[in-house]
C-alpha cells in the first residue's frame, strides 16, 4: 500500500536537536555553574567541625579590613542605584473610535471619486484597483469635511477633526487612569501633516488646563512613526525629570491632507489613511507599579535619510495642477526593507537569546570566510517576542514583514485586523493592534511585544514592552467587534 502521510521522522527528530541546542547555549551559564556548586557543597560536607572551626580561625579579619570591606559595598551599591535608568511603566492607553456617521464603505468612497474626478475615469480605476487590494474593511472612518462633494478641507475642519479626535482620546484616558490633568508633567502631541499655529499641544493645555510650568513638545512631519518617536522623547525626559507623568497622543489629521488631483502615486494614501488617534500615559512613579500594564523595554530608531532616495520615497509635495498630496514612490517597499535590516541588526543583540545571536555569527563568518553565496541566517525573533504589532501601513507592508521575518499568521493577525476594520490610521496605529491583542484575552503576564513603524524620512523605529499583568480589557476600540474577528480577508475585493 503506497504511503500516504509524509514522513515525519525525520523533522520531529530535527526539531527536538534545534529545542536541545537552544536550551543548552541559553542555560549554559546555570548548566555550568551547578556541577561546581554540587562540588564545593560535598568537599563542605565531608570536612568536621574541628576542620571547619580551624578553617575559619585561619582567615584573620581586624575591625579595619571589616570597615573597609563594609563602606566598599555601600559605596558600589550607591553609585549602581543612582546610575541605574529609571524604569518606565505604561500606565494605560485610549484609542479613538470614529462615530458610525464617518463611516465610508466601498460603494461610498467610489461614488465620490467618479463624482470628484469626473473628468478622469482612469484615477477612478486606479483608486478601484488599490482599494479591490489593499485590505481595508466597510468599516474605516473618514472625517465630515472628506465626505461632502467636493471635499472642503478648510481650517476650521481640519481643527475640528482634531479637538473631535484628541479629545476623545484623552477624556477616555483620564477616566480610565484617574489621572487629573494638573497631574500631567509631559505633553507630548505628534501629527506629521497638520501643524497649526498655536500647535496642538497648546490646544491641549488650553481645553485641560494643563499647569503652566509642564514640558510641552509638538512633533510634526515625522511619518508614522512619530508615535515610537514620541515614547523615546518621553523615555528621555522621564530619566532626568523623576516621580514624573508623560502624556503621549498620536495622531494624522486627514482633512487638510485629502489629495483632490489626479497623479495615481499620489492618490494612493487617499486609498489607505483613516481616521484614528490615540493618548497614552507613561510615568516613572513606583506607585504606578501595581496597575500599569508595561515596562519599557528597549527603543531602538534608525533613520536612513542620509539616501537620496530614502528621504523622497515619502514626499509632500505639488502635483503639475498645485494641488498638494503626499507622493509615495514605487521604491518604497525596497528602501524599508533595508531600514528594517538595520533596525533589526541593532535591535537583534539586546533581545535575541544567546541560541540565535550564535547562530547568526556563525553563519555571518562563514559567508565572509568560506563562501558568500550562503544563504544568511535570519534570526527567529519568535524567540524573542511573544507578541508583534506590525504598522498597518498596508497589506504590501505586513506581507512583506510577515515574510522576512517568518513570522505566523496568528503574529501578524493584530496588524491586518487592524488595517482591515480602522484603516491606515499612520503613528496611532500600533496601538489599535496592541488593543486587538488584550480583547482577545491573549496578553499574559511577563510575556513581550514588539512595535515596529515606518515613516517618511525615511524611518524605521522599534519599541519592546513587557506585560505587567495578564489583560482582558472590556472597554476600547475593539469592544462591539472583536467577536467577529479575525475575518477572511481575499486577495482581491471585487467592487
Known sequence: MPQILPDFSSSVRLKYVKLGYQYLVNHILTLTLIPIML???????????????????????????????????????????????????????????????CRVPFATFMEHSRLNLANNPKSVEFQMRILERSGLGEETCLPPAIHYIPPKPTMESARDEAELVIFTALDDLFTKTGLK???????????????????????????????????SFNLSGMGCSAGLISVDLARDLLQVHPNS?????????????????????????NCLFRMGGAAILLSNRQSVKSKAKYRLVHVVRTHKGADDKAYRCVY????????VGI?????????AGEALKSNITT?????????????????LIGR?????????????????????????????????????????????EASRMTLHRFGNTSSSSLWYELAYIEAKGRMKK????????????????????????????????????IDRYPVHIPEVVKL
Request: proline residues 6%; hydrophobic residues 40%; charged residues 20%.
Open 39 to 101: 562540588g564545593i557543597s560535598l568537599e563542605v560536607l565531608r570536612l568536621g567541625p574541628d576542620e571547619i572551626l580551624t578553617l575559619w580561625k585561619s582567615l584573620q579579619f581586624d575591625l579595619v579590613q571589616i570597615l573597609c570591606s563594609f563602606f566598599l559595598i555601600v559605596f558600589i551599591a550607591t553609585v549602581y542605584f543612582m546610575s541605574k535608568p529609571r524604569t518606565v511603566y505604561l500606565v494605560d492607553y485610549s484609542c479613538y473610535k470614529p462615530p458610525v456617521t
Open 181 to 215: 490633568p494638573k497631574d500631567v508633567d509631559i505633553l507630548i502631541v505628534n501629527c506629521s501633516l497638520f501643524s497649526p499655529t498655536p500647535s496642538l499641544s497648546a490646544m491641549v493645555i488650553n481645553k485641560y488646563k494643563l499647569r503652566s510650568n509642564v514640558r
Open 245 to 269: 507623568n508623560a502624556v503621549i497622543v498620536s495622531t494624522e489629521i486627514i482633512t487638510p491632507n485629502y489629495y483632490q488631483g489626479n497623479e495615481r502615486a499620489m492618490l494612493l494614501p
Open 316 to 323: 509632500e509635495q505639488e502635483d503639475r495642477d498645485g494641488n
Open 327 to 335: 507622493n509615495l514612490s514605487k521604491d518604497l517597499m525596497a528602501i
Open 347 to 363: 535591535i537583534g543583540p539586546l533581545v535575541l537569546p544567546a541560541s540565535e545571536q550564535l547562530l547568526f555569527l556563525a553563519t
Open 368 to 412: 565572509r570566510i568560506f563562501n558568500p553565496k550562503w544563504k544568511p541566517y535570519i534570526p527567529d525573533f519568535k524567540q524573542a517576542f511573544e507578541h508583534f504589532c506590525i504598522h498597518a501601513g498596508g497589506r504590501a507592508v505586513i506581507d512583506e514583514l510577515q515574510k522576512n521575518l517568518q513570522l505566523s499568521t496568528e503574529h501578524v
Open 446 to 481: 511577563g510575556e513581550r511585544v514588539w512595535q515596529i513603524a515606518f515613516g517618511s524620512g525615511f524611518k524605521c523605529n522599534s519599541a519592546v514592552w513587557k506585560c505587567m499583568k495578564t489583560i482582558k480589557t472590556e472597554d476600547g476600540p475593539w469592544t462591539d467587534c
